[in-house]
C-alpha cells in the first residue's frame, strides 16, 4: 500500500466489508468495533500519519480526513475512534520525534500498530483542554500521575494513552505536559459507564488513571504549542471529516428514497426532491469548508517554517474554531432534514432509509468540547483580530 489510492481503497473495502455490517451491533451492545480496527491494523493504517522515515505511509492530512469520512459513513463511531487516534500520532509525530524516546515509540505504532486514547477531560475541569489539575509527581528519576478522566474513549481497548496534566506540583492550572503512558505502566479503575444517546460505539467511560513513568515518556514540546499548532487543527478536521461522513450518508440515504418515489411516479418530481435539493446544498457547503481549511493547514504545515507565526495568528485560531461550530451545526442539521426526507422510513430504527443513528451520533458534536466553550474563546479573539479588510 505505497499510494493513497491504494490506501483509500483498503479503507472503503474495510468500511463496506467490516464497518457497515457490524455498524448496527456496536451502536446497540455500546461496545468497541473491534473487527473493524482488527482490519485496520492488518492493513497497517493506525500508523498512516508516522513519516516514512519511521516506517510509517507518510499520509497527509487530507488523506486522513478521507479516511475518516468513509469509516463514518458507515459507523460513526468507528470513524471517530480512528479520527482521534490519528490525533494523538499526529502530537507525538509533530512534536515529540526530535528525541530517541518518541522516535523507538513511533517505530512501535508502526511494528504493533499500538492503539492510543486521550486523557484531556478531567473531573472539576469538564472540556476545558487548557486547565489541568493532576500535576507530574517526581520521586528522583521516576514520574508518576493520578487523573481522574472523566470521558476516555476507547480506554479499554486502548494499548497506550496520552494524558494531559499540570507541568509539576507548583505549576499553575495552565501550564501543562503531555505524558504518554503505556497499558502496563498503569491501573484504570473506571467510574462510570458508557451509555449514551449516540456515538456509543466508542466506549466513553470516565477512569481514574493512575501510573508511574520515567521522564522521557513526556512530550518535550509545551502542551499550549501542541494544542495550537495540531492537537486542535487535526482535532478540528478528522472530527469534522467525521461529521461529514454521518452527513453524506444521510443524505445519500435521502437520495436513495427520493428516487424510490420517483420510480413510482414515473413523469413527475417527487414534491421531496425539493427539500433533498436543499440539504443536498448544505452538504456541499459543508464540504467545501472542510475541503478548504484542510488544504490551508497542510499546506502551511508543509512550509520550511512550519507555519508556525501563521498558526499561532488570531485569524487562524478563529477560522479554526469556527470550522468546529460551522461543521458539528451542519451535521445535526443536514440528518435531520434528510431524516423528514425520508419521513417515516427515516424515522424508524430500522430499514435502508433509517436514520436514527446517524442523528443520535451527530449531535454529539457540539457536546465534543463545547460549542459554547469554542464560541467564548472566539469572542475574546475577536477583541483583538484585525482582518485584512479592516487593517
Ligand atoms: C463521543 C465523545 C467522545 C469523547 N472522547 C473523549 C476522550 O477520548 N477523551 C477526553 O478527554 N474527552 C472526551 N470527550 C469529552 C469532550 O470532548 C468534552 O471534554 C466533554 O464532553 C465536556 O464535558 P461537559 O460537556 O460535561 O462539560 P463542559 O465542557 O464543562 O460543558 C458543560 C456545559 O457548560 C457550557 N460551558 C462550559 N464552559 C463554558 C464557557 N467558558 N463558556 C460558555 N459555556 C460554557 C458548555 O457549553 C456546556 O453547555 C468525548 C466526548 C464525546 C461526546
Not at 521522564?215 to 471529516?241: D, Y
Amino acid at each position: 500500500m505505497h499510494t493513497p489510492q491504494a490506501r483509500l481503497e483498503t479503507v472503503r473495502r474495510i468500511a463496506t466489508e467490516v464497518t457497515g455490517p457490524a455498524a448496527v451491533a456496536v451502536d446497540h451492545d455500546a461496545r468497541f468495533p473491534r473487527e473493524s480496527f482488527a482490519a485496520l491494523k492488518e492493513a497497517r493504517l493506525l500508523s498512516a500519519c508516522v513519516p516514512t522515515v519511521l516506517g510509517g505511509a507518510g499520509a497527509t492530512i487530507g488523506e486522513l480526513a478521507t479516511m475518516c469520512e468513509t469509516l463514518s459513513q458507515k459507523c460513526a463511531s468507528t470513524g471517530m475512534i480512528f479520527a482521534m487516534h490519528q490525533i494523538q500520532v499526529a502530537c507525538l509525530t509533530r512534536h515529540g520525534a526530535d528525541t530517541a524516546f518518541f522516535r523507538s515509540y513511533l517505530g512501535e505504532v508502526v511494528a504493533q500498530q499500538r492503539l492510543i486514547a486521550s486523557v484531556t477531560s478531567e473531573a472539576g475541569v469538564g472540556g476545558s483542554v487548557r486547565t489541568s489539575i493532576s500535576p507530574i509527581m517526581r520521586d528522583g528519576a521516576c514520574c508518576s500521575l493520578k487523573k481522574d478522566g472523566t470521558v476516555v474513549s476507547y480506554g479499554e481497548a486502548a494499548d497506550d494513552l496520552l494524558i494531559t496534566v499540570r507541568r509539576s506540583a507548583e505549576a499553575a492550572a495552565g501550564d501543562q505536559a503531555l505524558v504518554l503512558v503505556r497499558k502496563n505502566q498503569c491501573a484504570l479503575e473506571q467510574t462510570g459507564s458508557w451509555d449514551t444517546f449516540g456515538m456509543r460505539g466508542t466506549s466513553s467511560p470516565g477512569y481514574i488513571v493512575t501510573a508511574s513513568f520515567p521522564e522521557e515518556q513526556i512530550v518535550p514540546a509545551p502542551f499550549a504549542e501542541i494544542l495550537q499548532r495540531t492537537m486542535v487543527p487535526f482535532a478540528h478536521i478528522l472530527w469534522g471529516a467525521g461529521w461529514l461522513g454521518i452527513a453524506s450518508d444521510a443524505v445519500a440515504r435521502a437520495r436513495a428514497f427520493v428516487r424510490g418515489v420517483a420510480r413510482q411516479m414515473p413523469g413527475t418530481t417527487p414534491p421531496q426532491a425539493i427539500r433533498l435539493s436543499e440539504v443536498a446544498a448544505t452538504l456541499q457547503l459543508m464540504r467545501a469548508q472542510l475541503q478548504s481549511f484542510t488544504r490551508r493547514y497542510d499546506e502551511l504545515i508543509a512550509r520550511a517554517d512550519g507555519g508556525s507565526a501563521e498558526l499561532s495568528s488570531v485569524g487562524f485560531g478563529i477560522e479554526m474554531n469556527n470550522l468546529k461550530i460551522s461543521s458539528s451545526r451542519l451535521v445535526a442539521e443536514i440528518v435531520t432534514a434528510a431524516m423528514r426526507v425520508c419521513g417515516m422510513s427515516g424515522y424508524r430504527n430500522d430499514g435502508p432509509f433509517s436514520l436514527t443513528r446517524q442523528l443520535r451520533d451527530a449531535h454529539s458534536a457540539a457536546l465534543m468540547i463545547g460549542n459554547d466553550r469554542i464560541h467564548a474563546s472566539n469572542a475574546t479573539l475577536h477583541l483583538v483580530y484585525k482582518d485584512d479588510l479592516s487593517s
